[in-house]
């Protein structure tokens, strides 16, 4: 089998350095070629064509965004960013997931070196993710917020939620799901019951992503706090390097937040909150299982579903990643496999018949 031919673009030779000898340790990945800025990296792209580019955000002569632009406009490919956990850092992160960018790992604020294999397994899986990532070529002007088209706003009739207040619809997802959870949460209307999101995604991450789908979609969204009331209209993020659970107390939904150790080396973990829902929501529950690698959610989704609840996988061919999806089809956990675009609507009408 071929190796996963890399690139790495950063302006710290040391980062460089250490970036070649942790992927190298892998037998499936090699290290074929580096480059200090974005001008240099352009031309060994032409020269060696790597199946997978690791990209600083901050460099010199052009940043790490504009760069990624250019790319998935004039030669899309998989890009695995390399990010501070500063809040400005968070930030752009994020934007270079919609501009296209795979996914990414954080730096260490100390000892490069030492904290950088701390996160090498990380790293690997991540680039052989990549690897086998759909990338797409972006469009359009690239520049804008983005904003739902008025024909994929969904609606719920008022009198919808009467039936609905103990409703619990659950998203897990990985690798692409930033973007893909924002597809659906901007097409999904205000008076949608309690949504319960769980995406791998470091502390700090999740709340400024949560922060920004709260400005793009008519529901409110937030990271979730230790015994958050779970309410209609209301999307609740499990923060990062926390499980988020769902519990109930009489008529009363709410979330519980704990740093148990990592399920599927994940946590916040899908297939944690999944069981939490299956227990406390059992047939009154909508499970979601989006793009992502590796198979957290599977296990659980079909716990959901032998529970009595509506549970939908997003298809291959709209995934970024078909791990997780693929691993909760397989173990027949899933009601409905369907297109990314499909999926808004085919929970609405779930709800509205409820």
């Not at 994929?152 to 897990?172: E, F, H, Q, R, V």
């Not at 949460?185 to 700090?204: G, K, V």
């Not at 926390?242 to 973990?269: E, K």
């Not at 059992?282 to 690698?293: D, E, F, H, K, S």
């Amino acid at each position: 089998m071929a190796k996963i031919r890399v690139l790495t673009v950063d302006d710290s030779a040391l980062m460089r350095q250490v970036l070649a000898t942790l992927l190298s340790k892998d037998p499936g990945i090699e290290v074929i070629g580096s480059a200090p800025d974005p001008f240099i990296a352009r031309e060994k792209i032409k020269a060696l064509n790597p199946d997978v580019l690791t990209l600083d955000v901050e460099m010199p002569k052009m940043d790490g965004l504009t760069f990624l632009e250019k790319l998935m406009r004039g030669h899309p490919m998989p890009v695995v960013m390399v990010s501070s956990l500063t809040e400005v850092g968070c930030q752009t992160t994020l934007r270079a997931l919609e501009l296209g960018a795979v996914d990414f790992i954080t730096k260490p604020k100390i000892d490069l070196r030492e904290g950088m294999e701390e996160v090498a397994q990380d790293l690997i899986a991540k680039v052989k993710a990549a690897a086998q990532a759909k990338v797409r070529r972006m469009e359009g002007g690239g520049k804008g917020e983005a904003k739902p088209l008025a024909s994929n706003c969904l609606s719920l009739p008022p009198s919808a939620m009467i039936k609905t207040t103990d409703t619990i619809i659950a998203i897990g997802s990985s690798t692409g799901g930033t973007e893909a959870v924002k597809d659906v949460l901007m097409a999904l209307p205000p008076n949608i019951p309690p949504i319960l999101i769980t995406q791998h995604m470091p502390e700090r991450f999740t709340k400024t992503w949560a922060d920004r789908m709260n400005t793009l979609c008519r529901i409110s969204v937030k990271e979730a706090e230790d015994g958050d009331s779970v309410l209609p209209g209301h999307a609740l993020v499990a923060p990062g390097s926390y499980h988020m659970t769902l519990v109930r107390s009489g008529a009363r939904y709410t979330v519980r937040i704990n740093q148990d150790p990592p399920v599927n080396r994940h946590r916040p973990s899908v297939d944690v909150m999944f069981a939490s829902v299956a227990q406390y929501a059992g047939a009154n529950a909508v499970g979601v299982i989006l793009t992502g690698m590796g198979g957290d959610g599977a296990k659980e989704m079909l716990a959901m579903k032998q529970a009595g609840a509506f549970t939908i996988a997003q298809d291959e061919a709209s995934c970024v990643v078909f791990g997780m999806p693929k691993e909760a089809i397989k173990l027949g956990g899933v009601d409905k496999i369907l297109p990314l675009s499909e999926i808004p609507a085919a929970i609405v009408a779930y709800v509205s018949k409820l």
